[in-house]
Every structure is written in structure tokens, then in C-alpha cells.
């Protein structure tokens, strides 16, 4: 008589699924091209206008080319590491939170 081997590697039965755990929500999309755009400009205007104004006396009389090129070496590193992330996360907080009130309006 011949005897069947218990099977190798057999999987116990998977336990009771408890509750999933909470993930976090998902991030929202990307801003579409103009609002992308807008962000930039309400960042670029006013950093310009107001470098300009403050670095007037010093860069009077100098060629517009080297005033343009002093303001934008102060300007661009300022909007590019602080201001525009920080513009962008404020608009996915508005986006996140206008997402969810949808979600709201939509659950019957």
C-alpha cells in the first residue's frame, strides 16, 4: 500500500482580514499648464518688482543687460528653491481640499 507525502511547502490558511490599514490619500495631479503658469508669474512678478525696487540705487546708471542679469541672479534661486514650492503646496492643499468636498457632494 502505498502512502501520499504530506505536500512541501504547504501555506496555512490565510488568517481572518482584519481592517486595512489607513493610507495615506494620494497625492492630487499636477497642476495643468495654466495654472502652472500663473504660480510662475504670481512668484516671478512680485520678486522682480520688489529686487528691482530695493537694488535701484545701487544698479543706477548701469546697463539694462547687467541690471537684468544682477536682478535674476538674486531672483531665480529665491523662487526656485523657496517660493514656487511653497506656492505649490499650497495649491495642492486648495486642490486636496476641493477634492474632498466633491467627494462630499458626491457620496449619496
Known amino acids: 500500500m502505498t502512502t501520499t507525502p504530506p505536500e512541501q511547502g504547504a501555506h496555512a490558511p490565510d488568517p481572518e482580514p482584519g481592517p486595512e490599514p489607513h493610507q495615506p490619500p494620494a497625492p492630487p495631479p499636477r497642476p495643468g499648464i495654466h ?3 500663473l504660480i510662475v508669474w504670481l512668484t516671478i512678478f512680485p520678486l522682480v518688482a520688489i529686487i528691482g525696487v530695493l537694488s535701484e540705487p ?6 539694462p543687460v547687467l541690471r537684468a542679469l544682477v ?7 529665491i523662487a526656485s528653491y523657496w ?3 511653497a506656492m505649490f503646496r499650497g495649491y495642492a492643499v486648495l486642490a486636496r481640499n476641493r477634492a474632498a468636498r466633491r ?3 458626491r457620496e449619496p
Open 71 to 77: 536682478i535674476t541672479l538674486i531672483v531665480v534661486p
Open 83 to 85: 517660493v514656487m514650492p
Open 35 to 37: 495654472i502652472t503658469a
Open 103 to 105: 467627494a462630499v457632494k
Open 58 to 63: 545701487l544698479l543706477t546708471g548701469w546697463h
